[in-house]
Structures are given as C-alpha cells and as structure tokens.
C-alpha cells in the first residue's frame, strides 16, 4: 500500500460527459502529480500540484483541469468525454515535488467512456 | 530530461538474477537515473535511484558506469511476483514534476 488513495476505482460514463477523479496523497506529501495511461500512449504526465499551486504541465488537454485544495487532496476534472479518454488515471505524491524525490502512486482509476 | 532507451522485453528464470539494461548517452551531471516498475496495470513502484555511484537496497542493485551513459538494474534473485515493466527514467536534481516514462522492459520471470 502507497498510501496515495484514488477513488473510484472504475468509472464508466458516455461521450460527452463531465468527471471528477479524486487523490488523496500521502500524509505530509505537499506534492501531487496526474498521470494518464493508455494503451498506444504509455504512461503521459498531466499536471503536478504543490501545496496548492500549479507547478508542472504536461500533455494535459484543454477539457482536463485539476486543483489541489488547503487539506492537499487533488481532483482531476475531466470534461466533454471523448472514446480516446478512456484510459487508467494514476495520481502520486511526493514529499516536495522536486529534484531527488521518489514519487510513490496510487491504484489508479479507470475510465471507460462509451 | 535526457531520452533513456531500453529493450522491450526479457525473460529470466525464477531464483536467478535478472539484469536489466538502459542505455542514457544523453545524460548530463545534474541528472538522477531513476528505476520504477509496473505490475500489471497496477500503480508504478519505486524501486531505486542513482547519481554516480552504484546503490543498492532492499530490492535491487543499481549500477552505473563511469562515464554514466549506461546502467543495469539487477533483481538478485528473481521471484515470479518480479514479473513487471521496470522503466528507467533520467530526472534532473532541479527538475519539478515530470518523471517521464518511456516503453519499459517487460520481464517476464518464469518459474
């Protein structure tokens, strides 16, 4: 166990929808990162989150958000839902966010869009 | 970050070590070689990381040559529960976010 929490687990919803995919990082972890996995694109970062603010971006398209709130649980929104969106979603968490860090993941939810 | 490429799959016998290479050419000196693994659609894992000189912990060896364009990550004695893509991933030491994943090796440890 990680101890980065992600819920749901599975979610199935229909093009066009909107989601919230919620992480809990691990206790004192100030850090968190959004990772997409899809079967022909491998493991994509998104986005990270330090102790609120926006510090990286990645391949993140312009229907995904995220925000990290003051407890420091972080949600990815996910919006008007296209087939190619189904994917496994990961978040982790690190201490900082930066330089010699492990990052430590959670389970993953995944998304099936129909 | 620099590109690390490594081969898409290898098989090793339970209870033998496995070897895995990576090759970083592009490498600079401020720059972290990193190892995780994926078990089967479950969240990466951690497993070691190095700078210049060789570590090891509880669960693996990591070994980087001199001039630090190459490195083999060795599971000493493979167990089935081994069977994973292990990734190998350059970070720079001020580097924010980003832990890029490229393909991986596949292991597949047979009993």
């Known amino acids: 166990d990680s ?4 819920t749901p687990k599975h979610l199935i919803t229909a093009t066009g929808q909107r989601v919230t995919l919620r992480c809990s990082p691990r206790s004192g972890d100030l850090s968190v ?9 491998g493991l994509q970062f998104l986005i990270q989150y330090y102790n609120g603010e926006e510090r990286a971006k990645g ?3 312009e229907r995904f958000s995220a925000q ?7 949600e990815l929104n996910l919006s008007s839902l296209e087939l190619g969106d189904s994917a496994l979603y990961f978040c982790a968490s690190s201490v900082q966010g930066g330089g010699e860090e492990k990052l430590f993941f959670g389970s993953g939810t995944q998304l099936s869009v129909l | ?3 690390t490429t490594q081969p898409p799959s290898m098989d090793c016998a339970e209870g033998r070590a496995a070897n895995l290479p990576c090759n970083h ?3 600079s ?3 972290y070689v990193y190892w995780y693994r994926q078990i089967h659609s479950q969240g990466p894992q951690y497993i070691i990381h190095g700078l210049k000189n060789n570590e090891t912990n509880e669960m693996a060896s990591l070994i980087i040559t001199e001039d630090r364009k190459s490195s083999t990550l060795i599971l000493p004695h493979a167990t089935l529960r081994d069977t994973a ?3 190998c991933i350059v970070r720079q030491t001020d580097s924010w976010g980003k832990l890029q994943f490229g393909a991986g090796t596949q292991v597949v440890v047979t009993p």
């Open chain 2, 29 to 31: 000196g401020n720059e």
């Open chain 1, 33 to 41: 990162y959004w990772y997409q996995q899809s079967l022909d694109q």
């Open chain 2, 85 to 87: 893509v292990y990734y």
């Open chain 2, 1 to 3: 970050d620099a590109k």
């Open chain 1, 3 to 6: 101890g980065v929490t992600q």
């Open chain 2, 25 to 27: 050419s592009t490498i």
């Open chain 1, 59 to 61: 391949n993140i398209l």
């Open chain 1, 68 to 74: 990290q709130f003051p407890d420091l649980h972080s």
